[in-house]
Structures are given as C-alpha cells and as structure tokens.
C-alpha cells in the first residue's frame, strides 16, 4: 500500500528526441498504402505513391539556348560573310542547312541537320542587301567556341530514367518536371485524415457574443490550418462540452475513418478535464511530460474502432504551446504516416541579437525573427498565453537546456516555414 506522507517520484521529464523516436516509430508503422491517380495539375504537396519514369528525351533535340545563328564551326573564318539560308523559330523544325550559310534561330528552336554551333545575336552584324531578292548575310564579330550555345538531346533528362522516386513529396518543381515528360496524372498516396475538436465549455467561436469567463477559440483556427498546409483532410468536429460522455461520443466519432484525431487542452487531472478518462475508456492513452518550453504535456494514444485504431495526440491548451507542440510533434507524426523523413529539420547557426541570462532546465524554442543584419530578435514576451508572438516570428530558437545565451552567440535557428512545410 503506498505511503500517502512519501508520494512517489514524479516520472523524469521525456527528452523530445526520445518523445519523437516514439511517436514516429508508431506512426511509420501505420503508415498509409492507398493511393490514387490524380491530374498533375493538382497534386502539390502530395507523396508520389509511384515512381515517375521518363518515356522521352528532355529536351528532345538538339536545340538552341539562345537567339541567333545556326551554323557550321568549319565555315567560319576572319571576316567570313554568311547568307542567311533560314529561319527557324521554337516549335519549327530547319531543312539541312546549306554549307557555308547561317540559318536564324531563336531560343528553343531544334538545331538544323548539319550546324553544329549557334552565335548568339549581339555577336552578328547583319549586312545590307543590295536587292530584295539577295539573302540577308551576317558577320561573325565575336570569338565562337564550338558546339556553344546548344543544349543537347537528352541533357536534362534520359529516356527511360526515374526523375521523380516514389516517396517524394511533390513541390512546385517537382510538378514542372513531372510535366516536362509527360505526366499527365501521378499516382500519389491518399491525404492523411485527422480529426479535430476541442473541449471546453469557456470556448466561444468567433462572431458570436463573448460572455464573461469565455474564450475565442483560436486553437481551432491555428491547428486545422497547420493540417491543412501539411496536406491533410480535416474532419473539424468542432467545441465538444465539457462532460464524459460528450467526449466520449466525439471520440468515437473521431476515429472512424481518420488515422489520426487531434485535441487541445482538456488531459489534465481537473474535474472538468474529461478528456484523459475518456481516451482511457475508449482506447488507451500515455501522458508525456515533455522536456521542452513551451509544450510540456502531451497525450498521446489511439482509439479504438471495429477495424483498427486512430492514433490520437492531446497537445496543450495554450495557443503558443499547442502551436510549437504541433510543429515538433505532430508534423513529423504526419510525415511517418506518410513514409516521409520525419526528423525536425536541420537547424542553420545565427547569431543572436539578444541576452538571454536565465534559461530553463527544458529545452527551449524562443519565438525571433531575423532582422537586416542578419541577426535573431527575440520577442519580448516569451509566454505561452502570447499568440501575437507567433504571428511576429519568422522561426523559433532551439536551446539546449540551461544555456544561457549572450548577445552575439551563435544559436540553432529553425525557420517556421522549414517547420510547418517540411
């Protein structure tokens, strides 16, 4: 029987990278096989379920990387005169070009059948004819290299070569170059499905009247937008109130069909917090004190459905804590169900514009922006209650636990773009 005047230790603190191996190991076992056929067009940001194989040359004839000259390189010599044989625009295919003439060409156009060197046009001085029916005649001015200015057959991209592997997380010139061989649709993997809600009866969406002890609920806005840019389907359900069987209700709700349910707020031990006893009661659940600042609790779980389980993840209640807890959890819990790399993004060394005398014993991500001279500016105020902080930074900070950092230091800096987009 527990001695109630010698409580037990509180559990140690879970470092993050232990937290992610954790959860990503999890999540990459569960990681998502369906896939379908969509128009290449609209599959930015979607996980190329196959690879793409190119069934042509890029570019697919020799062709000219600048406007000017088609010729041959044996043709020229000091203050050689060439007459003009033809004109080849892109999207036109030359004859044979004619020894010792010049065929004009511009930017794209397929070489002539026997020139082998094209001078661009600020390096030819056309001459005068003396009567309509004489070709137009160039002089070379400037020195030509051989073979110059001619992108080669194939140079880009080899017939039968894989330009995109399968796994590969399509961005916008991943499009570009699905496109430049021909892709007219990609089979991609299906878009996460996560559900979201929120428990509180203190919340309040916005446009409706705000009583006293109520809330905008800006956690709802900030998470459903962070899963919307990492490309999922959202399934909003919305403010569940605040009693068991409500949650519990949601949460069977939640779990059909999705892979995936998200929460704020609500796992802690108040007797309105239902949502921890609820997760028990229709699955399992873990609570995580995470060594980190903001963000440190966090559930994490599954719940049950007839078929499987959804995974489920309780962030924090406070928006800048949800938001950094979002970004270093479950981003990378998505990119696993995704077969993608889920490690945080390699941080690049800045350095500081500011002091920072008094660190946690967390490790802590401190909301700054770069400013003109390259440095980092710290936001003032560093709660977790401040979403205007959010707003104003560009990236977070990563400190190690009890570093103090002095103006000029060199600190990890992760770009919140690197972070939401990874």
Known sequence: MADPTNPSPKPPLMPLDEALARLTEVASARRIAESQDVPTAQALGRVLAAPVVSSLDVPPADNSSMDGYALRFADLAPEVILPVSQRIAAGAVGTVLEPATAARIFTGAPIPPGADTVVMQEQCEPLAVDAPEERARIRVTGPVEPGQWIRRRGEDVERGSTVLKA????????????????????????????????????????????PPGAIYNSNRFTLRALLEAAGCEVDDIGIVPDNLEATRQALRRAAQGNDLIITSGGVSVGEEDHLKPAVQAEGRLDLWQMAIKPGKPLAFGAVHREKGEALFIGLPGNP?????????????????LQGLPAPLPRALPLPAGFDWPKPDKRREFLR?????????????NQSSGVLTSAVWADGLVDNPPGQTIAKGDTVRFLPLTWLVGA
Request: glycine share 8%; net charge positive.
């Open 167 to 210: 796994g590969t997380r399509l961005t916008p010139q991943a499009l570009g170059l699905a496109a430049s061989v021909g892709a007219a649709t990609l089979q991609v993997l299906r878009r996460p499905r996560v559900a979201l809600f929120s428990t509180g009866d203190e919340l309040v969406m916005p446009g409706d009247p705000l």
């Open 368 to 380: 700054v922006r770069l400013n003109e001279q390259g440095a980092l500016e710290l936001f003032a």
């Open 320 to 336: 800048v804590s949800s938001f950094v807890t979002f970004l270093l959890a479950v981003a990378p819990v998505l990119r696993a």
